[in-house]
């Protein structure tokens, strides 16, 4: 229910009102179960990317959530989270109470990882913790809280611990063997929030001894344009390199799509869509295999310009 209504918002047949009054309802009806906290979740997440440009609204945004966020982890997640005497997690056949221990897995996972999107102290504080802890011994976190851990520790407003412990992932990713590994990683690599780490990130992927030319257009379309600050700097980047990029990547159609709609189809304003338009207004075959994603990324554009107005 919660999905097609948005779909119907998003094609502008309902308010946003009744996507936000259908959210509170559930919140209000305290909904425990994992798949429609998760839809919620994506909801607000969706709304949330769309108004990231606007630093003073999406800080609104964040902070109107905030307490649901920091409820679905104390209810769920900080006993087996928290960093002193955490509770072992739920196994098949070892909690009679649950019904489905992988869901209720799935559950613990969530409400950490909400509620350090949304920088609720105790998450965090428990985060960093258990970072400080993997780094003397990787086998110490567990692959349910890797993700939360990792993104928490790299998105930390204290810059310069965040460059700290990013230089020590960016040394994990070069030296892992594990593609799965290294994906996790380099997500986390893409929160930092600071500029000419971002920018150093982004030159990194041009250099194949450093980075797989597999990784590379994801790390920059998908990691590093993840945040208001990431997409900016992922866009003045594709500027200054896109010949070099389209020599280099022409054949890698999946992740050219990828990179160009990761990069360009969540900004929300005339400004960066006419600035986007003049870029390529000469250039158009330079695109090749990305053609359509770049189309398609102007699509998405004007439809967060139109969401926006309404």
């Known amino acids: 229910m919660l999905f097609d209504t948005f779909q119907l918002i998003s094609l502008g047949k309902k308010p946003i009102t009744t996507g936000l009054k259908l959210i509170q309802q559930m919140i209000n009806h305290n909904e425990s179960m994992y798949v429609p906290l998760r839809e919620i979740n994506n909801r607000l997440g969706g709304i949330q990317t769309r108004i990231r440009g606007d630093k003073d609204l999406a800080e609104k ?39 489905n221990p992988f869901q209720k897995r799935m559950l613990i996972s969530f409400g950490a990882q909400i509620a350090c999107s949304v920088e609720v102290q105790d998450c965090l504080d428990a985060a960093k913790d258990k970072f400080e802890i993997y780094k003397k011994n990787e086998s110490s976190l ?13 998105s930390d407003a204290n810059i310069t611990a965040a460059k700290e412990n990013w230089q020590f992932l960016w040394e994990k990713y070069l030296n892992s063997k594990q593609a799965t590994e290294k994906e996790v990683i380099y997500y986390a690599l ?15 992927c041009l250099d194949s001894t450093k980075v797989r030319p597999s990784d590379a257009l994801y790390i920059m379309g998908r990691s590093i344009a993840q945040t208001a600050l990431g997409a900016e700097v992922s866009w003045e980047f594709m500027k ?34 006419n600035e986007i338009e003049d870029f390529f207004s000469n250039q158009t075959e330079t695109l090749g295999a990305g053609l359509a994603a770049y189309r398609s990324a102007l699509q998405s554009i004007n439809a967060n310009i139109a969401w926006l107005e309404r």
């Open 240 to 273: 200054s390199n896109w010949k070099t990029m389209g020599e280099r990547f022409s054949n890698a159609l999946f992740a050219v799509d990828a990179y160009i709609s990761g990069v360009l189809s969540n900004f929300a304003t005339e400004e960066k869509l």
């Open 190 to 204: 893409g929160l930092i929030r600071d500029a000419e780490t971002l920018k150093t990130f982004s030159s990194y």
């Open 61 to 99: 945004w964040r902070n109107n959530w905030k307490k649901w966020a920091e409820d679905i982890y104390k209810k769920h997640s900080e006993p087996f989270f928290r960093q002193d005497n955490p509770l072992p997690l739920p196994k098949d056949g070892e909690y009679d109470e649950y019904e």
């Open 142 to 154: 567990l692959p349910d809280f890797k993700t939360t851990v990792l993104n928490s520790v790299i």
